[in-house]
């Protein structure tokens, strides 16, 4: 992404004043509360690993940075250095703009680097090996300077070739689909299979060095003239690396319904190379991963523990992968007989479930397999190759995302075919049909009845699967030869932890940016202790849980359950909208929150395990609903409500911010039309009470769950300067506009939507209506950065009233509005729109009450157990623990509300 020509854009608000009155109201020394300085900070900024302190094996790194406010406009440079003064080799290219033009954040590159980094204004060293993109030929060329790829510019083949040197390590790159028309239900039936392999239909060179290059391929998996199921693959190349990255995303647009026994069902998802074979089969070498750092290590004809010993030197040498001395030199009673020594040309690894893989190994196709061992998590990680080069490859979250597999096929012929099986052919189809038959539930007062009983919202076929996407991630190595064990344990640990750059939350605090809402964990009074305790236990109980109760899986991995039931002490996976939590309640927030105060590993991964998930598997990306996520179900996509709030940009942003990632960066920009669908679909169409028919010039859209998430996706496109930015700034300034214009503000509650003018309409009269779930969704996080900036006053002015009056007692609600709020729920979490307007306004009782609603109304306690209790049979299905108090939705409130009160009234605390 090159740099955009600098535009005039709204200047930022100043807070300076209202800072300054709350400063000589509460007496304020929090960062949170002081005046936004306007003058540039360019100080460097330290960067570091997020886990082991190097960049390993893996080909390299991006990370993004943020800047404060007027510290470097779009045209600065960047360099980068190590802790001894060397300069480090860096691409850089901004990602986000201030109002004013500025940068927010940028986006570094590395392919080399261990230890801690210092990144300034400067200019950037050159690799030594620069990264090179030639797209004149029939093929996209990309050299590393060490490695060069062919990418196919049509036809089935990704990838045509990949070489070292002069030696060709692996080609034919291409994606491989099997599919099963049907299910036989009652195991009676013959299956049958169809095999389809990917058709590229366009390819994008997004970036072209001189530290890293990306190719973007999409296309569909085709046989015959059918071609369906959407990818969408990365490759990322950087300087001087051996390796490649792949991100692989596939689109589901198959047929599945429910109660029907043929459609589209996945028996097999894969990519697939080929690997030319040119060494004698003793010098051939098969690396498989097993648990931890375990490695099945084998020749493809091996010369150990035979009757007869070839010496000690040379079966060592061949389990080490080294080239054997010639076999004139080694015992005679082996050379002679080399001939009868089998060739075991097939391997296999199946991971079917997140607890147990198997491993076996054949001669050839069409005699028996061997057990070859077996154990509990694979690393996904294998090679295959000889003395003169070989290709090593994994898949990242291999056991996590069961059912997996990796083949490698024919190794003892001129050229073996390795497949990294993203759905294994060996586990049973995935089977997306909906879970039950409706239940008589065809009317919504029924529906609603249902609602009513399992918290389910149930419509009929709205428990679709056609349109939900998955994202995975490969690595691929070209080695010269096989490599040592040192090198293959580095890249063992690069599949299964992909090596992150980080900014330090110190910089992250002082770009003020995220909304300006969080601040360091702080300890230095017990009340605070008590707090970080509590935030600590609540992110350690659900990283266990998701141990204990196997939250893994293709469809699943990066999702945690809604609720609670405390007689099976077990969570509720099968009672309608108690199940998977798809993003309720924001804890999406919550969790990218906690990480970027702490910078912790475990948070980090965790939240991007969840950022995976919950933007590609409970949001559809095609489809009359693109644009919509699904409400928390027993199945990711089988509730009826399907909404933006579950598609909410701001749930993406973190990640994105972070790592640059450009599969997140797609999902934010699909998201910027999303207000058309309001045509297709009203939320609210069950219990709407008033005549309502959807038009293109007075949509019923919501101030609360709607709105924050259409406008996190337009700010983020405005700020990003996407291709759709300046229709999207002009979207974020009407709105913000004309909601401040409502007669009652946010607490008019929604208002009629012009999709061409992107204006709402302003109500004659004023109205009171106020959802507990208007600002669960990000509306808080959204509008504290809105605020800061751009200067709409009105618009500040009816937010912080409805931060002041959400929490007020009734009758000032109705002083204020005329009559009051109504039974309102979520207290605990709102004491946050209470410190938030606390310190916006300097109101010393807002900040007293925000305290006292949190630690005193609903949602977690003081008194509260904060501990587990052991489980183990005969009540439980494996022992582990239980918190029975716990639920997700108060989890994420707590867990938000902890952070920004923390981050805004710390040093008020009662």
């Not at 406008?711 to 909601?739: D, F, N």
Request: net charge negative; proline share 5%.
């Amino acid at each position: 992404m090159s740099p955009i020509p600098r535009r005039s854009l709204l200047k930022a608000a100043a807070v300076a004043g209202a800072a300054a009155q709350f400063s000589w109201a509460l007496g304020s020394t929090n960062a949170q509360a002081a005046a936004r300085s306007e003058a540039a900070d360019t100080d460097p900024v330290t960067l570091d690993w997020l886990e082991d302190g190097a960049l390993g094996a893996a080909p390299g790194s991006t990370v993004g940075v943020p800047w404060p406010k007027g510290a470097y406009q779009q045209d600065q440079t960047f360099a980068l250095t190590d802790a001894s003064g060397k300069d480090v080799p860096v691409q850089s290219w901004p990602i986000a703009y201030w109002p004013d033009g500025s940068l927010k954040w940028t986006a570094h590159a590395v392919s080399s680097g261990s230890g801690k980094l210092t990144l300034a204004a400067g200019a950037p060293a050159a690799p030594d090996q620069k990264v090179t993109v030639d797209k004149s030929g029939g093929t996209i060329d990309i050299s590393t300077g060490v490695i060069t790829a062919k990418i196919g510019k049509s036809g089935s083949t990704l990838v045509r070739s990949v070489k070292r040197g002069s030696t060709e390590i692996a080609k034919d790159g291409r994606l491989v689909l099997i599919r099963q028309p049907e299910i036989e239900d009652d195991d009676q039936g013959a299956e049958k299979y169809e095999r389809f392999e990917s058709v590229i239909a366009e390819v994008t060179v997004e970036q072209e060095g001189p530290v890293r290059a990306v190719v973007r391929i999409d296309g569909k998996h085709r046989k015959g003239s059918r071609s369906w199921l959407p990818f969408s693959i990365r490759l990322y190349f950087y300087a001087g690396a051996d390796s490649f990255r792949m991100v692989h995303t596939i689109t589901f647009d198959g047929k599945q319904e429910p109660g029907k026994t043929s459609g589209d069902f996945i028996r097999g998802l894969g990519v697939r190379f080929n690997v030319p074979m040119r060494d004698a089969a003793y010098d051939r070498h098969i690396r498989i991963g097993g648990d931890g750092s375990g490695l099945l290590r084998e020749a493809v004809q091996g010369i150990t523990g035979l009757r007869r010993d070839p010496g000690a030197a040379v079966q060592a040498a061949q389990f080490a992968g080294e080239k054997l001395p010639d076999p004139s030199t080694w015992d005679q009673r082996v050379t002679t007989r080399l001939q009868y020594i089998p060739e075991w040309g097939d391997y296999t690894l199946s991971q079917l479930s997140a607890d147990g893989f198997t491993l076996r190994k054949r001669t050839k196709k069409g005699h028996g397999w061997i057990g070859a061992g077996g154990g509990h998590r694979a690393s996904g990680f294998g090679y295959v190759g000889g003395a003169s080069g070989g290709l090593s490859f994994g898949l990242r979250d291999f056991w996590e995302k069961y059912p997996a597999q990796l083949d490698i096929r024919d190794a003892a012929t001129d050229e073996a075919e390795v497949t990294l099986w993203l759905w294994s052919p060996e586990a049973q189809p995935m089977d997306l049909r909906f879970y039950h038959d409706g239940m008589g539930q065809d009317t919504y007062a029924e529906q609603l009845e249902g609602l009513n009983i399992t918290y389910e919202d149930y419509e009929p076929e709205f428990g679709t699967p056609y349109g939900i996407a998955r994202t995975s991630e490969l690595l691929f190595w070209a080695n010269e030869s096989t490599p040592t064990p040192e090198t293959l344990a580095e890249q063992v640990a690069a599949v299964r932890v992909l090596p992150q750059l980080t900014a330090p939350p110190k910089q992250l605090i002082k770009a003020k940016v995220f909304g300006g809402l969080f601040s360091e964990p702080d300890r230095s009074t017990a009340a605070k202790a008590k707090i970080e305790d509590h935030l600590d236990f609540l992110f350690t109980y659900y990283k266990d849980q998701v141990e204990m109760r196997r939250w893994y899986g293709f469809w699943d991995y990066g999702d945690f359950m809604h609720s609670y039931d405390t007689v099976r002490h077990q969570w509720r996976y099968d009672v309608g909208g108690y199940a998977w939590d798809n993003s309720e309640l924001s804890p999406d927030i919550w969790l990218w929150m906690a990480y970027l105060r702490s910078g912790r590993s475990d948070i980090f991964r965790f939240a991007e395990a969840l950022t995976r998930h919950t933007g590609e598997v409970d949001v559809y990306h095609l489809g009359q609903w693109a644009g919509l996520g699904t409400r928390h179900g027993v199945q990711h996509y089988a509730d009826s409500a399907k909404q933006q709030r579950i598609a909410n940009t701001t749930y993406r942003r973190y990640y994105y911010y972070l790592t640059a990632d450009e599969r997140v960066g797609d999902l934010m920009h699909a998201n910027v039309d999303s207000d058309e669908t309001f045509l297709v679909l009203d939320p609210i169409r069950k219990i709407r009470t008033e005549p309502y028919t959807p038009d293109r010039h007075a949509l019923s859209i919501g101030f609360g769950t709607d709105w924050s998430g259409l406008v996190s996706a337009w700010l983020t496109e405005w700020e990003r300067k996407g291709p759709k930015w300046e229709k999207a700034k002009a979207r974020v300034l009407s709105t913000m506009e004309t909601i401040a214009a409502q007669p009652n503000g946010f607490v008019q509650g929604s208002g009629l939507y012009d999709l061409d003018t992107g204006r709402f309409a302003i109500a004659s009269a004023p109205v009171v209506s106020v959802s507990h779930l208007s600002a669960v969704f990000g509306l808080n996080e959204l509008c504290a950065e809105l605020i800061d900036l751009v200067d709409v006053p009105k618009f500040k002015e009816v937010y912080l009233d409805y931060c002041r009056y959400f929490n007020a007692t009734k009758t000032e609600q109705a002083a204020r509005y005329g009559s009051n709020f109504g039974s309102l729920l979520l207290f605990q979490g709102h004491s946050r729109l209470d410190a938030y307007a606390a310190v916006q306004t300097g109101d010393a009782t807002l900040a007293k009450r925000a305290w006292t609603k949190f630690y005193s109304s609903d949602g977690y306690m003081e008194s509260s157990p904060w501990k587990t209790e052991p489980l183990s049979g005969p009540v439980t299905l494996v022992p582990g623990s239980e918190a029975n108090w716990v639920s997700s939705n108060d989890s994420a409130l707590y867990g938000l509300a902890a952070i920004e009160n923390l981050a805004l009234l710390g040093d008020k605390m009662p």
